[in-house]
């Protein structure tokens, strides 16, 4: 069971959601950013990155704390949950593995939301075979020199700071030649492009480019060749947390449809008389609450050093999967209404559906499980 203070923790988030998200989540998109004044925010509440160690600024919460407060701001806008969740995907890394001041500063502007952070590992070449990155990273005295491009990387040209994966050893090294930096947005030589995508335009996505960076050797994150290490530890944690984005932002459209079928008549009658009508949002109901139940499980796991790898891999696979199955029920539901763009499932519908492949397809997640469960690495 929750504690009081989570619920406080939760009950906090949810009003924010209700009172500043959800009113302009439409408007958002429209806009293709997300308010910094409203991440800042955000991070007096206390509602971005409370997971992160205490010393660095954070609240050091629980895994399962900050689940909660993710699922309730993406009940009211899944994009500005996105801001949270890369804060404490990048500063867990950042906090175990760059050094106390380098951590201190940016997790600290982080969860002050003040600055936005980004992770930068997927390639123009494909997104799956992550270990296979060509980015290079040149050592030349007191700095690497970063050469290459970054593709399909969330809030490219907004973030201010980057966890970036490049390969300072050969390509035969595989996932053992690849080392992790922390770089700042702001210097010579990075440009970014954003693409056109069909939802999540408040994040944004695109690509960074790196022309001779020079990028302090202090900015590296742990030991050379080791960053591929992080960044699969860093995924069992996100794919949990965008589980419940996923069910959160679902959870929403059914919440607005039940609302719905019990004030629309048709034949004198609401429409929630009609067992075809109610009975598809039913079983939606049951689906998230179980697809819920089982990342706040993944995430408990994490909070007591248990392996959940194969359980966030499921996570992963049925959050995005079942919420673009109900918000689409939902969008069905609402009848000629629900095909306008002037109602949010269609919004929703587009947001969710990305996330069937950012961090990772269906298709991986079944492979991780399937490792996972014979026992291969």
Known sequence: MPTEEQLAFQQTAERFAREKLAPRFMAREAEGCVDRALVQEMGSLGLIGP???????????????????????????????????????N??????HANPALAKHWIGRAVAGEALLALALTEPRGGSDAAKLMLSARRDGDHYVINGEKSSISMADQADAAVVFARTGTVEAGAR??????????????????????????????????????????????????????????????RALI????????????????????????????????????????????????????????????????????????????????????IHQCLLTHGHYGWSLDLPHQQRLRDVMGLEIGDGTAQIMKMIVARTRTGRK
């Not at 690509?207 to 742990?222: C, M």
């Not at 034949?267 to 139940?293: C, D, H, K, N």
Request: proline share 4%.
């Open 243 to 326: 589980g419940l984005q996923c069910c959160a932002a679902a959870q929403a459209s059914l919440d607005e449809s039940w609302k719905y079928v019990t004030e629309r008549e048709a034949f004198g009658a609401p429409i929630a008389q009609y067992q075809g009508v109610t009975f598809p949002l039913a079983e939606g109901e049951g689906l998230i609450a179980a697809v819920r139940q089982l990342c706040f499980h993944t995430l408990r796991l994490r909070d007591t050093g248990a392996a959940h790898t194969a359980e966030a891999a499921m996570c992963k696979w049925l959050g995005p999967k079942t919420a673009v199955d109900v």
């Open 51 to 89: 997971d992160l160690p205490e010393q660095y600024g954070g609240l050091g919460a629980s895994a399962e704390t900050t689940g909660m407060v993710i699922e309730a701001l993406a009940y009211g806008d899944l994009n500005v949950s996105y801001v949270s969740l890369l804060a404490s995907l």
């Open 177 to 238: 030649g690849v080392s992790a930096f922390l770089v700042p947005m702001d210097l010579p030589g990075i440009s970014t492009s954003r693409f056109n995508d069909l939802g999540s335009k408040a994040v944004g996505r695109g690509s960074i480019f790196f022309d001779d960076v020079r990028v302090p050797v202090d900015h590296r994150l742990a030991d050379e060749g080791m960053g591929f290490v992080q960044v699969m530890q860093g995924f069992d944690y996100s």
């Open 91 to 96: 500063g867990q890394i950042i906090a175990r």
